[in-house]
């Protein structure tokens, strides 16, 4: 298949998913809403009802294309790390750290916070990676218990150390002013982290697609044995993708305390976004090229649902229920099973298009 | 008479942009064995991927005892009377041979499943069709022909009047072709029709009524198979006269020690010695041949010297180093090289391209990797030249080697072993699914690399591979040598095969002989 189509056909497949799951919701709502229609218009059009909402639904795809990225690393390489959302926390608390150090106030402070976050997160990736290739221990408990320990270590440190008094021991006192992004567009979230998920994405395509050790990856997810066989060390590999990735959810967790959104710690600041990224690369297929678009996508969607939430009747749980929707769609209807689905569902109607295209 | 099933004017054209079935028709009469032969990537497991509704065509009819039938999936085609058997079986493991036969048409005692029906339906089944097997035991226990046999009766259990095999004989041990013919014979005695593609013209003749032969996505003739010689087949499969006949390695070369292998013991996945107390010597420009049923430990003699595997006792020189213990990179810098008996599970990543999968081995190579970073101009270059020169069917190097028919996955893997100029090279069944054409191609070419004086340990399933290719041979019967030989006229099949079986066993000095 020459790329030209593979990106057609990937293009395709990203813009039916998005169909499926417009065409959920509205079914959703027609059950939920007592106006659909006007529901569903405000589901469709909020986001871009003004700066600020624009703002956030940037903020949002940022953070949620960062996650992606982070997946998709690993997911490449066929392993089921699940340690992003720990690995964002650690990262939050590690640039919370620099910036209430000296440095904070220097213009040392955005740089020397990012890189602490990444070293935090990439420990916090090392570890399952290392217990799997060392012990054999299985990388999604593993990665999901680090998760735990991750979050309460950042809240007992937030509660113990750096939470001020006036928020109810739940936010630290706001950063320096040298410890926050600039923001592009003013009384906007669109800043520096726009920046940083777009260069991450370049940095991911280019690991995995024009260096060994993006091919090793690659061939290590593809089919270990294969690997082995070719004199690929993938434990090393393996090890060493997960730590990479480690460092995006620490960038991650950079992104979103210095970010103007918060511009402080706070507890539970990441919100389960961190495990939206799961969804954001599946749709992707792992393609990190692909991962911003999808992540504008799907970020407009949780936007919409989130402000048909306020705006309208209908709870924005329905956002949850058009999440697991897409993954099934999308994890299902482009294998064999799924296909033949399809084919019998149009007949012979796919059999006769594609004869003449 | 109307035939039994018929294509009309069937056409395939893949989402990639291969045409790979263009306007085939075929008819195949009621209760007769029909053979599909050509090369590889001639579109035959397409054809019977569409008869099967695995894949659908994008013109053409297809009609069963002269009705049209859209068969838009397996279940349609199942529902149909139509069942297939694919290279690659698509058996549960753990479960027991009635278990798999019956699963997802099962007999039921109340909610449960009647594993005490389904055994003795199965059972039932075996022995009509003269497919003897064990029901009770996992399918995991069973070899390569028995999980055939499974498949077989799966189909038959589901009613199938016709029987589609894509290259039934190809992983099967000479002995077990003999069973399959005879079960073939006793399906169709009994009002079953069989399709089937092979590559090996003899057991085509043996064994078919009709042969229809493609070429490159078209039919080009059907035979009757009492008037086809093996001469006239290959001529219309390959457009030319082939001649498998190699030249043995010219006499008195003086051929040095390259390979020491001394008391090798290896383990199976159940820990029990699979490889024994094995010596032997491989010398440079010379191949030596291991015959022995499957199961003897071949895979585990080549998976351990290609350090797939651990070796538990005793030692492996390459040159002056040993190699015993050392990652697969390190024998693979010592000049190894692997062709490995099964070309999807190790031989390929079948969603990485075809540069990838060649340049896999190669990443420590300059001109591919420098300062960490792909050279892919010079990777797809390097692919090219390699897809020329083993004349493989594919798009081009960036198609995903999946998609590739399966002769030409293989020549992709024994192009990028080959390209790499070992001096010591393993084969596994080197041939398993590969054309007339590519056969012949494949073992000039390791002819080429035994000449060029690279030490070359062959096994295979099929003798007469050995014979033509080895300079000498020996024989594993459960993890020890038995016998060795230097190839010469006087020894056949039948002498390799008392051996084989454990009938006999050489002298020590015998097999010393022609092993230092
Ligand atoms: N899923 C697929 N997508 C794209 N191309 C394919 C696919 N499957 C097969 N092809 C192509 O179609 C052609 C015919 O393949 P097919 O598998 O039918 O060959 P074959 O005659 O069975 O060969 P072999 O003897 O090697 O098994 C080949 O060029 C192959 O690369
Ligand atoms: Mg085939």
Redesign the interface.
Known sequence: ???G?LFL?ETGRIVMAAIFALAVTLIIIFFASKTPWATFETFVTSPLSSKRTIGIWIDDSVKLALAGLAFSLVFQARQFALGVQGQVYIGGLFATLVAFSPIGTTWLALPAGILAAMIGGAFIGFIPGYAKSKLGANEIVSSLMLNYIAYDICNYILRVYLASLESGLTTSAPFPAQSIYPAFIPRTRVDLGIVIALATTVVVWFLLY????G??L??TG??A?????????SSFIMVSAMTAAGAIGGLLGAVFVQGTAYGKLSIGFEAGMAFEGILITIVARNRPLAIPFVALGYGYLRQGAALMNYRADVPAEVIGIVQGIVILLVASSFTVPGK?ML??LM??R??AS??TS | MTPFLEAIGI?K?Y???VHANKGIDLSVAHSTVHAVVGENGAGKSTLMKILFGVE????GEIRLEGQPI?L????AAIAAGIGMVFQHFSLVPSFTVAENVVLGVEPRAGLKLDRKKASETVRELAERFRLPVDVDVPVEQLPVGQQQRVEILKALYRDARLLILDEPTAVLAPQEVVELFAAVRSLTSQGRTILFIAHKLPEVLEISDTISVMRAGKMVGTVAAKEATEKSLARMMVGRDVALKINRAAPGIPHTHLCRISDLTVKNDHGLNAVSDVNLVLRTGEIVGIAGVEGNGQSELFDAI?G?RPISGGSVELGTTDITHV???E??AAGMA?I?EDRI????????TVA?NI???E?TDKRF?RH???D?KSIRDHAAKLIEKFSVRV?GP???IG?LSGGNMQKVVVARELSSEPSLLLVSHPTRGVDLGATEFIWQNIAKARDAGAAVLLTSADLSEILALADRMIVLYRGRIVAAFVNTEEVTPEVLGSYMLGFAEQSAEERNAALA
């Open positions: 298949m020459t790329q189509r056909s024009r260096t060994a050790w091919l090793k690659r061939l593809h089919n044995r294969f690997a082995a066989y070719s004199g690929i060390r033949a084919a019998r007949g012979n796919t059999a594609r004869a | 056409d054209i989402p990639g942009g659908q065509p994008n013109a859209v838009h999936s397996p279940r290609g797939l990652s697969v990179l024998r693979r692997n490995p599970a190790t031989g390929s990543a079948g969603g990485a990838e340049v896999a081995t990443l990797v960490g970073l792909l892919l798009q960036e198609s995903a998609t």
